[in-house]
């Protein structure tokens, strides 16, 4: 596969929320979280934020098509107490996802070990020997009236790469607009992945106060 150099990005970073510890932004669509190796690659979330927040750094990730909300350290110590509750997995997040097809059930849960696909990077597989264990969780709300399409709820319940990409095309109803695990029409009917971290809820590191905050999805 071929090297990835993102196109040009002309979505906006918004902060939702700030304070002297940390900041909640809003990632657009087709924004690396990370810059890549390759200068063509340096746009990034965290290339943007560094230039009015130099010490900002990013307390997780999310894919390169994905939008929704995000966490942002503003210092090591509240970077590593941040890290330690994504490891306890104490920060809980959801996600807003349109999918191929009319699921048959109305929630369910998906549980497929994903490994590294090292013949085809930079893709992910289900791998029941050398995977680690992954859980998602969905409930939907919303069908298209023609099964067109269902829109979700995504609960991932671990934090796998790609989880909720790979696991959606493992189930038939890989998400929309998604142009590593796709059927012939799934990637045909977006111009974007549909799939948007709409809720994050964590304890503040230092205030200890629990926060629920929700990005309302733009599809």
Do not use: W
Not at 7 to 20: A, M, S, T, W
Not at 87 to 93: A, E, M, P
Not at 190 to 203: D, E, G, P, Q
Request: glycine share 6%; hydrophobic share 35%; aromatic share 6%.
């Amino acid at each position: 596969m071929t090297e990835f150099i993102a196109p040009p990005c002309d979505g906006i970073i918004d902060v939702l929320y700030q304070d002297e510890h940390l900041l909640l932004i809003n990632k657009p669509t087709g924004l690396l979280s990370l810059s890549g190796k390759n200068p063509l690659n340096k746009d990034s979330v965290h290339y943007r934020l560094v230039q009015d927040y130099p010490t900002a750094t990013l307390a997780h990730r999310l894919d390169f098509g994905t939008s929704g909300i995000m966490l942002v350290a503003l210092n090591k110590v509240v970077n590593g107490l941040l890290t330690k509750q994504f490891q306890q997995r104490t920060i809980t997040k959801t996600y807003t996802a349109v999918l191929y097809g009319d699921l048959v059930h109305q929630c369910g849960d998906i549980e497929l070990p994903i490994a590294k696909d090292c013949d085809h990077f930079p893709l992910m597989k289900i791998c029941h020997d050398t995977g680690k264990p992954a859980h998602s969780q969905y409930q939907v709300i919303g069908r298209h009236p023609q099964g067109l399409s269902t829109r979700v709820i995504f609960t991932p319940i671990t934090g796998r790469t790609h989880q909720l990409r790979l696991h959606s095309q493992q189930i038939g109803h890989p998400i929309l607009g998604c142009d590593l695990y796709h059927n012939e029409q799934s990637q045909q009917m977006s111009s974007r992945l549909m799939l948007h971290a709409s809720v994050l809820s964590f304890t503040h590191p230092i205030t200890a106060l629990r926060i629920d905050f929700v990005c309302p999805s733009p599809f």
